[in-house]
């Protein structure tokens, strides 16, 4: 299972970091995700990044204040998060695509490998 940490309780304008790891896997090969869910909403996509930290690919809501990256010698991907408001409320993600399908790497169903979530909260 993969592990989400990081999440926390943030005022409007500050930064979380999170971090997903997996223990006994290898997440080296695979494209990886971070999704997010508000209470009474869908799961919906935030970022993602290729196996090799070379593309990403984000939600037009986050895209210029959060940042995916990966680090392959440590196991763990990353999403730094800057500027952040109240609608970024919401349990957040991890996942791996270890089928390789092809599926779009923005919807949740491409991933098969999930972590518990971590909380973030966003207050005003």
């Known amino acids: 299972q993969l592990q989400a940490s990081g999440g926390g309780l943030v005022q409007a304008g500050g930064s979380l970091r999170l971090s997903c790891t997996a223990s006994?896997?290898?997440?080296?090969?695979?494209?990886m995700g971070w999704f997010r869910q508000a209470p009474g909403k869908e799961r919906e996509f935030v970022a993602a990044v290729k196996w090799s930290g070379g593309s990403t690919y984000y939600a037009d809501s986050v895209k210029g204040r959060f940042t995916i990256s990966r680090d392959n010698a440590k196991n763990t991907v990353y999403l730094q998060m800057n500027s952040l408001k109240p609608e970024d409320t919401a349990v957040y993600y991890c996942a791996a695509d270890t089928r390789a399908y092809g599926s779009s790497r923005y919807r949740a169903d491409t991933y098969d490998y999930w972590g518990q979530g971590t909380q973030v909260t966003v207050s005003s």
């Open positions: 006994g896997r290898t997440l080296n090969t695979y494209p």
